[in-house]
């Protein structure tokens, strides 16, 4: 599962949705939003430390040379050889961020029946008030400040019907949501975006939400799932029947 994870999803089709892509050697140098860049490769080409220095150099110019550019994110996998990247993203301004666990599985494991609390309803929406209360509920669960062209974008992206975004709701609330994303020219469907509020954990909710999601991949023909899971899914995934193939670790650098 792991080298159908790199040899397909490693590729352009982390480029969708993409306002511009540009290549330096094996990095896609990814903007996304208008604000916000993103770089990954499939590997590095066998770089030493001084080709991955100067790696990590251009990334970053070619990123600063936007003055609308926000922040930008170099994704790194545990799997990767990689030597001295870690101290080079350091050097360069970037921040790590919490490891997450790179899930991979049948989405055929996923969708079953889950009960829910009584009164909790599930549906996907595409309504831009919808959207616009789930991501804010989604940028409080995570600490992250809510960013309006995030969020034209997704309901742009959904409109197209490029992805789709269920939440679950009690009493005219959102309590819990994620996005389902099927990656064209693969076998694959990524689930992303999975928060809920705290007094819902641990209720069947997001494993209800996880199940609607894995049946929209199937209906498209996917095989797999993949998530980049915290440690509040994984375990939830884990009994599912994902698997834990490696680690991924978001490594930040804002300007201004």
């Known amino acids: 599962m792991l080298k159908a ?43 030493d430390e001084a080709g991955i220095e100067a790696l990590v150099a251009a990334a970053v110019a070619h990123f600063a040379a936007d003055p609308a550019i926000e922040e930008i994110e170099w ?13 080079t993203l350091l050097r360069h301004g970037f921040e790590p961020e919490e490891p997450e666990s790179i899930m991979v599985g049948e989405a055929r494991l996923l969708a079953v029946d889950v009960a829910v609390p009584q009164g909790v309803r599930l549906r996907s929406i595409t309504d831009v008030e919808d959207v616009r209360a789930a991501g804010i509920m989604q940028d409080g669960v995570f600490g992250s400040p809510t960013s309006a062209a995030r969020l034209e974008d997704l309901v742009r992206r959904l409109a197209a019907g ?8 009690a009493d005219g609330e959102i309590v819990s949501a994620g996005r389902i994303d099927p990656v064209a020219g693969t076998e694959f469907a990524g689930i992303w975006g999975g928060a809920t509020l705290e007094k819902w954990r641990g209720r069947g909710i997001y494993r209800a939400l996880t199940a609607a999601r894995a049946r929209t991949a199937i209906a498209l023909g996917k095989r797999y799932i993949h998530s ?21 670790t978001p490594y930040v650098r804002r300007f201004g």
């Open 5 to 47: 994870y790199d040899e397909q999803l490693r590729t352009d089709a982390e480029t969708s949705g993409a306002v511009s892509v540009a290549r330096h050697g094996p990095l896609r140098l990814i903007t996304f939003d208008g604000e916000r860049g993103f770089i990954s490769y499939q590997d590095l080409d066998g770089a």
């Open 75 to 87: 994704k790194t996998r545990g799997h990767d050889h990689a030597p001295g990247l870690h101290e």
């Open 162 to 169: 490029e992805c789709e975004l269920w939440v679950a709701e």
């Open 228 to 248: 980049d899971s915290t440690e509040f899914s994984r375990p939830i995934l884990e009994r599912s029947g994902l698997v834990k193939v490696g680690t991924t």
